[in-house]
């Protein structure tokens, strides 16, 4: 019971010291208005236009939300030594880090669903599959949120932080099939698309909206929650490395 208690008062520290901040929030609700607004506006009235944009929308609002402000935040803490003092608390180092994710898990899954509402004005909803937009959303916004974590554990400086996350972010914006299909890439470039974890999560939300999925859900969620699990090892074995050892 201490361990959760721990964990929620991590967590709604975050909350209120980051996440619930006016510019956050303003940004939280501006990003992803303004890329739907974008997109909407350029692919005309036409519906199918509109939906068949609208899983890059998600994914996008999902990723920049999560990765860059987890990465800014977690190196911001670094560079004025509070995060080491976390890592003093007697609490596991796995839990920890699932307190300071969390927040962001939940940036992510407020941001994706900024774009599905505004979707709800312009195209017939009806025939989406919403378990699996609600799943993929998830581990969307987990996997990007790792990613982040991943970033900001292997930076020491916040705009270090910030260009290695664009290292990652503008790939997976032309590599991962939102908005065109991974075969129109050129042959040479589509082994690196499978290597990103997007591409599966992009997969799932172009099924659940308009049923175009090039691989079977299974597999997509599967091979999507693997590169969550990755990820965060990853951050932990860099965590244990640089600062316990």
């Not at 560079?79 to 007697?90: G, H, I, T, V, Y």
């Not at 664009?166 to 099939?177: A, D, I, S």
């Not at 951050?235 to 490395?241: A, F, G, V």
Request: glycine fraction near 6%; charged fraction near 10%.
């Amino acid at each position: 019971m201490k361990l959760w208690i721990a964990f929620w008062n991590i967590l709604a520290k975050d909350f209120r010291t980051y996440y619930l901040k006016p510019p956050n929030i303003s940004w939280g609700l501006i990003f992803p208005l303004a890329w739907t607004g974008m997109f909407f506006i350029k692919s005309g009235s036409g519906l199918d236009s509109i939906s068949s944009i609208l899983p890059g929308v998600i994914a996008l609002s999902i990723l920049f939300g999560t990765t860059s402000l987890l990465a800014v935040t977690v190196t911001f803490e670094k560079k004025n030594r509070s995060f080491e003092r976390l890592l003093l608390a007697p609490i596991p180092l796995e839990l920890l880090m699932l307190a300071k994710t969390g927040g962001a898990v939940l940036f992510g899954i407020a941001n994706a669903f900024v774009p599905v509402i505004m979707g709800m004005f312009f195209m017939d909803m009806g025939n989406v599959i919403w378990w699996q937009l609600a799943v993929t959303v998830v581990l969307i916004s987990i996997s990007s949120t790792f990613l982040g974590l991943f970033v900001a554990v292997s930076v020491s400086e916040v705009f270090e932080a910030q260009t290695f996350s664009n290292f990652f972010h503008f790939p997976m914006v032309f590599l991962c099939g939102l908005f065109f299909p991974i075969a129109a890439l050129p042959f040479f470039l589509r082994p690196l698309a499978y290597l990103l974890p997007l591409t599966y999560g992009a997969d799932l939300l172009h099924g659940a909206i308009n049923h175009t999925a090039q691989r079977p859900v299974v597999l997509n969620l599967l091979v999507l929650a693997g590169f969550c699990i990755v990820l965060f090892l990853c951050s932990m074995r860099n965590i244990k490395k640089k600062w316990i050892n």
